[in-house]
């Protein structure tokens, strides 16, 4: 009888988390936002999905976390599209409504960030700064470095130097765009990413910035003092 109820209660257990994982995964499938969708590519062809918002002379394009999408950073680009700036919140290749890419593909992160920034830039926009959390940071700081006639400034909120076969340390070393830093000190292990990452970039405009925070990622960019320095940022460009 108790074997019988332990089994129950697992199978149970089983299906409510898939049922989670489920209604998560189409939660970001189908996206956050029903206003703005849009639909590019990337230098090898990969289609990619997102949501613009405004329109202006200066872009933000948010490149997100590995546990998440475009819609983490939706309430912040719909903030700044109010304040007169053009912003592109999108979902990384084999995210969201991004084409998924074959072996070998996944190494081009960085190009989803630029190919985002082109297409702001095919929208009008004269300036453009990437804002990237934890792995959208790492991505953002390469794709800065790698197109810097596209990418006028990047910020990197709590990013690793490194992500799979991504090197954002040896990235900064040839970043020649403003670059702005943001950690919370309560952040383990992400306060001395930062501090390496800040002082390899090459850019003589560069900032860093460690947070009174436990936060990481998309939660620390939300909290008001670093929120203020991303908007202070964006601003100067």
């Known amino acids: 009888m108790r074997r019988s109820l332990s089994i129950a209660t697992l199978v149970a257990v089983v299906a409510l988390l898939a049922g989670s994982a489920s209604a998560q995964n189409r939660a970001v499938l189908h996206g956050c936002a029903k206003q703005g969708e849009i639909r590019f590519r990337a230098a090898d062809g990969l289609r990619l999905a997102g949501h613009r918002f405004g329109r202006g002379k200066t872009a933000v394009v948010f490149a997100h976390e590995a546990r998440g999408g475009a ?3 939706i309430p912040f680009a719909r903030a700044l599209a109010r ?3 053009l912003t592109i919140a999108f979902d990384f290749r084999g995210y969201g409504r991004s084409q998924t890419p074959k072996r070998g593909a996944w190494s081009r992160l960085p190009a989803d960030v630029i190919a985002a920034a082109k297409l702001s830039r095919s929208l009008g926009a004269k300036k453009v700064v ?4 934890s792995m959208g940071g790492t991505n953002a700081v ?3 470095a790698n197109a810097r006639t596209v990418i ?3 910020i990197s909120v709590s990013a690793p130097t490194s992500y799979g076969r991504t090197d954002a340390l040896a990235a900064a070393r040839r970043l020649q765009v403003p ?3 943001l950690v919370g000190e309560g952040d383990e292990g992400f306060v001395e990413h930062a501090r390496l990452l800040y002082d390899a970039t090459s850019s003589a405009d560069k900032r860093l910035e460690i947070m009174n925070s436990a936060q990481h990622g998309v939660l620390l960019a939300a909290e008001h003092p670093a929120r203020s320095l991303i908007e202070q940022f964006v601003a100067a460009r």
Request: glycine share 16%; with cysteine; charged share 10%.
């Open 71 to 73: 819609c983490q950073w």
């Open 83 to 85: 304040r007169g700036y």
């Open 130 to 133: 990437a804002v990237g959390a």
């Open 142 to 144: 390469v794709a800065a």
């Open 152 to 154: 006028d400034g990047v």
């Open 179 to 181: 670059a702005l830093y």
